[in-house]
């Protein structure tokens, strides 16, 4: 397939390394409070756990920087973006506010720098954005906060980076696919670009008759704008292994590419949907998870030189030790570089120093600390997987004429 070039000043920038991996040590600093799926330091021992095996080549740490005002306000309302600094600057989070905003909830709860930190990590994917303008792939394992209304925090989400992301490749005039690969459905995203035709917002996620957000992300909702449909969601029944998960991710992205034929490609790299997660209900392997992205990573449009135009942050997940292998694997993918299965001993001592033991009965738990692979498994492909499967190519994106 071919592509459009580079856009104007894309190969202005120093190359530098193949891929950046975009860091604050502001991620280590705990989040959400203390009594929540997402109290747990997801990105730094994604950062340690790599950095144990020699996972960094210099200049590929990259200090990611705060979003300005002004970039917030190209998604979220001003008087949103008032009342989340101002509560920040506060401390507290009125009545009003938290009634107003979904600030201060247990789902968005208050916390030290509640304000500071997201806006890291929204920065971090403008940042993300940057950089495959000139010619590298990019990480923010922070990112992928795909609920984020633009005046209202919702589902853990304050600020929608991946938004942020697409609308800094769109001030460049690039038509941007964005694939969603979270348990839950990317509303946030969708309702974002569901009236421009320059952007396909595709998501494979959990049934929505039994997962947040519930209402939205269904088969039926293809979204339309002038010119073309803007929608394609793939709604998962319980317990989809790697086999069936494959099967289903190439029916919707390989025709997705050919039809859409996008400039670039931003992935959201949520890592619920591993059989580990206790907040989804899907059966992916470590290597199920990777054999995806690997095949985002492999299609996705290239530069002149042969460097994917793509992007990726993090997104959900919630089981800590499964969620830092699985993005430490994606960091290499990214990066170009071979992993060892086995995890070196500074790798084991920053996983157990975590202190996770949500499921230290389980008989696999062991072997989370010993390799950053799963098990294999055999499991066939389920009939309504099949039929699922051929139900994509009934899309109205895929209809010619």
Known sequence: MEYRRDPPGAQSQPRGP?????????????SYGSNHPLAIPRVALTFDLVASYGGFA?????????????????????????????????????????????????ENPYFRDFYTVPAIAAGASIQAAEFLLGGRIAFNPAGG???????????????NDPALAILRLRREGLRVLYVDIDAHHGDGVEAAF????????????????????????????????????????????RGVHDAEYELIFDAAWTPALERFRPDAVVLQAGADALYLDPLARLN?????????????????????????????????????????????????????????????????AALRATGWDLDEDEPYFSALFQSRLDAPSDAPVRPEIRALAGRIASHRLFQRG
């Open 18 to 30: 193949r891929a950046a991996f975009l860091w604050s040590e502001r991620f280590r600093t705990r």
């Open 58 to 106: 210099p200049g590929e740490i990259v200090e990611a920087r705060q979003a300005t005002a002004e970039e917030l306000g190209w998604f979220h309302d001003w008087d949103y973006l008032e009342a989340f600094a101002r509560a920040d600057a506060e401390q507290r989070v009125d009545p009003q506010c938290r009634e107003t905003y979904g600030l201060g909830t247990l």
């Open 145 to 159: 906060m795909h609920h984020a209304r633009p005046g209202a925090a919702q589902g853990f989400c304050y600020l």
């Open 194 to 237: 569901r009236d421009d035709p320059e952007v396909l917002t595709l998501s494979l996620h959990m049934d929505t008759g039994y997962a947040y957000p519930f209402a939205a992300g269904t088969f039926e909702d293809q979204g339309s704008a002038a010119g073309g449909f803007t929608t394609l969601n793939v709604p998962l029944p």
């Open 284 to 348: 992916l392997s470590t290597q199920g998870f990777l054999a995806v992205a690997a095949k985002i990573l492999g299609s996705a449009p290239r530069h002149a030189d042969g460097t994917p135009r793509l992007m990726v942050t993090g997104g959900g997940g919630y089981h800590l030790l499964g969620v830092a292998r699985a993005w430490a694997g994606l960091w290499a993918l990214l990066a170009g570089r071979d992993l060892p299965e086995a995890i070196p001993p500074a790798g084991q």
